[in-house]
């Protein structure tokens, strides 16, 4: 029963999480089907936070991704008014922080630099 327990609150916080990034990348312009995409989110994902194709090779390096996983959520979180405080969170409790960003009032703004 614990297991069976344990599965189902597993995957309604992935659909909570599924759903809150679909908003996310609406907030942003992007269709939010695209959020859910692999491998062509990371793309869209690049586009909303103002970054080049090519970072997605740079995902694919070991060691070298964690540094521009860490600056693109940052970016991420910056895109949305947000400081280094809620990148922290992001990183560190996403389950949390990706459903605040996707279903609160956070406004999207293209980052310039």
């Given at each position: 029963?614990?297991?069976?327990t ?7 916080v992935?659909l909570?999480?599924l759903?809150a990034?679909w ?7 992007k269709p939010?089907?695209a959020?859910?995409?692999p ?7 690049l586009?909303i936070i ?15 991704n964690?540094y ?6 940052h970016?991420l979180?910056r ?9 922290i969170?992001l990183l560190?409790?996403g389950f949390?922080?990706?459903?605040i ?7 999207y703004?293209?980052?310039k630099?």
């Amino acid at each position: 029963h614990l297991m069976t327990t344990l599965i189902i609150v597993y995957c309604a916080v992935l659909l909570i999480i599924l759903a809150a990034y679909w908003k996310i990348f609406e907030k942003a312009g992007k269709p939010g089907w695209a959020g859910i995409v692999p491998i062509y989110n990371i793309f869209v994902y690049l586009e909303i936070i103002n970054r080049p194709w090519w970072w997605f090779i740079m995902l694919l390096i070991p060691f070298v991704n964690i540094y521009f996983g860490i600056v693109m959520v940052h970016r991420l979180s910056r895109s949305f008014g947000k400081d280094v405080g809620f990148t922290i969170g992001l990183l560190l409790l996403g389950f949390i922080f990706v459903p605040i960003l996707g279903f609160g009032d956070a406004k999207y703004t293209a980052l310039k630099d």
